[in-house]
T-cell receptor, first 112, second 114 residues
């Protein structure tokens, strides 16, 4: 049972435009969400997180939006840069625990 | 220091070998984790240590044996592995074993079993 889903395996955008990566979850106990960026053969690098008590969190070019009623979150990257090209993983956790459940990842390609 | 350091970065071992993966952090985190990641798949949790005690074992085969000698170190002892165990092994740490704050991953060990 895939509790965290990223339905788009890949996304391609032009440099300077907005990248929107989506994530859905089914477990209503999840109340903390994280986005990680990953290059091949490297560990995931933390980007941004959001708690369920908020619906938006912003850090520089990265903004995460959470819609609890729809069990949906999205990561916006504005403006997109070629260096943003990587696999992006959505992960979820309960704040009462420390196990992360990951989505399948979305390969983002930003074209110059 | 805000890093999780894993050694070695690459490891090739035969099915009869015994080897160990090492992980170290000096952020004062009291929870440490082993994840396994196969190509084009998300990381999957293997073990969780919380305050140096094993708190979660995700039904991992006994050929993988974790060890947490102290709050900064985590080892994964490998013995009699199979070729299908070839994967990227990721270590992570977080502030405690009861919440996800500060979750940080190492760069991983790329393991190939021949």
């Amino acid at each position: 049972d895939q509790q965290v889903k990223q339905n788009s395996p890949s996304l391609s955008v032009q440099e300077g435009r907005i990248s929107i990566l989506n994530c859905d979850y089914t477990n209503s106990m999840f109340d903390y969400f994280l986005w990680y960026k990953k290059y091949p053969a490297e560990g995931p690098t933390f980007l941004i997180s959001i708690s369920s008590i908020k619906d938006k969190n912003e850090d520089g070019r990265f903004t995460v939006f959470l819609n609890k009623s729809a069990k949906h979150l999205s990561l916006h990257i504005v403006p997109s840069q070629p260096g943003d090209s990587a696999v992006y993983f959505c992960a979820a956790s309960e704040t009462s625990g420390s196990r992360l459940t990951f989505g399948e990842g979305t390969q983002l390609t930003v074209n110059p | 220091d805000t890093e999780v350091t894993q050694t070695p970065k690459h490891l090739v071992m035969g099915m009869t070998n015994k080897k160990s993966l090492k992980c170290e952090q000096h952020m004062g985190h009291r929870a440490m984790y082993w994840y396994k990641q196969k190509a084009k798949k998300p990381p999957e949790l293997m073990f969780v240590y919380s305050y140096e005690k094993l708190s979660i074992n995700e039904s991992v085969p006994s050929r993988f044996s974790p060890e947490c000698p102290n709050s900064s170190l985590l080892n994964l002892h490998l013995h009699a592995l199979q070729p299908e165990d070839s994967a990227l092994y990721l270590c992570a740490s977080s502030l405690s074993g009861t919440d996800p704050w500060g979750y940080t991953f190492g760069s991983g060990t790329r393991l190939t079993v021949v």
